[in-house]
Nanobody, 124 residues
Framework: QVQLVESGGGFVQAGGSLRLSCVASGGTFYRRSMGWFRQAPGKEREFVAVISSLSRPSSYADSVKGRFTISRENARNTVYLQMNSLKPDDTAVYFC?????????????????WGQGTQVTVSS
């Protein structure tokens, strides 16, 4: 069973940047797509970004396109989310997730392992 541990969240002013990391232990990280999702208070969890097992392709939610970048280092079992030009609407708990074998998807149902989440708070 894979374990995913996120880090890098915190408090930042609007316009600032944060870099989230997610380290996987166990499982077959290099064979799986990896995704980032987020959940704001009172809202449903939503897709942020996904990256395929070999780093290309990657896809983004329209709300973060051009501001966020997902990347991965298979040698370190790590996926990253670089977040620039942050806005108060980006405030949420951010979760990394591992895709089900053979999938490349933005649907949460296609991810079978989830981290515990890291809080990102953006002040105006």
């Amino acid at each position: 069973q894979v374990q995913l541990v996120e880090s890098g969240g915190g408090f930042v002013q609007a316009g600032g940047s944060l870099r989230l990391s997610c380290v996987a232990s166990g499982g077959t990280f290099y064979r799986r797509s990896m995704g980032w999702f987020r959940q704001a208070p009172g809202k449903e969890r939503e897709f942020v970004a996904v990256i395929s097992s070999l780093s290309r392709p990657s896809s983004y939610a329209d709300s973060v396109k051009g501001r966020f970048t997902i990347s991965r280092e298979n040698a370190r079992n790590t996926v990253y989310l670089q977040m620039n030009s942050l806005k108060p609407d980006d405030t949420a708990v951010y979760f990394c997730a591992q895709g089900t074998q053979g999938t490349y998807s933005s649907l949460s149902a296609d991810f079978d392992s989830w981290g515990q989440g890291t809080q990102v708070t953006v002040s105006s």
